[in-house]
């Protein structure tokens, strides 16, 4: 059973940044396309980012793109999620999830994601 363990959460003033990680285990993390989901209170889930099982590919929302950065060590089974400027209608519950998969590219249906962290919280205040 794979295990995924996001950190790095917590409040921030509008401006700053934060660096969420998500330490896998259990699973070959270099198997797994992986993405940053993120939920509002009294909002759907919504993808934030995802990248390819090796790294080099990688996709955002447009709501984060140029603010956010999504990055993997597949050497510590850690997927990284560096947040910049970061503005009050980024508050969220954010999660990681893993996508298993023999596919290259980026996985961006919610759908196919097989296991999911517990998340972390992202408070950010005026």
């Known amino acids: 059973q794979v295990q995924l363990v996001e950190s790095g959460g917590g409040l921030v003033q509008a401006g700053g940044s934060l660096r969420l990680s998500c330490a896998a285990s259990?699973?070959?993390?270099?198997?797994?396309?992986m993405g940053w989901f993120r939920q509002a209170p009294e909002k759907e889930r919504e993808n934030v980012a995802a990248?390819?099982?090796?790294?080099?590919?990688?996709y955002y929302a447009d709501s984060v793109r140029g603010r956010f950065t999504i990055s993997r060590d597949n050497a510590k089974n850690t997927l990284y999620l560096q947040m910049n400027n970061l503005k009050p209608e980024d508050t969220a519950i954010y999660y990681c999830?893993?996508?298993?998969?023999?596919?290259?590219?980026?996985?961006?249906?919610?759908?196919?994601?097989?296991?999911w962290g517990q998340g972390t919280q992202v408070t950010v205040s005026l």
């Open positions: 999830a893993a996508h298993w998969t023999q596919g290259m590219g980026i996985t961006w249906t919610e759908t196919k994601y097989n296991d």
């Open positions: 259990g699973g070959t993390f270099d198997g797994a396309a």
């Open positions: 990248i390819s099982r090796s790294g080099e590919y990688t």
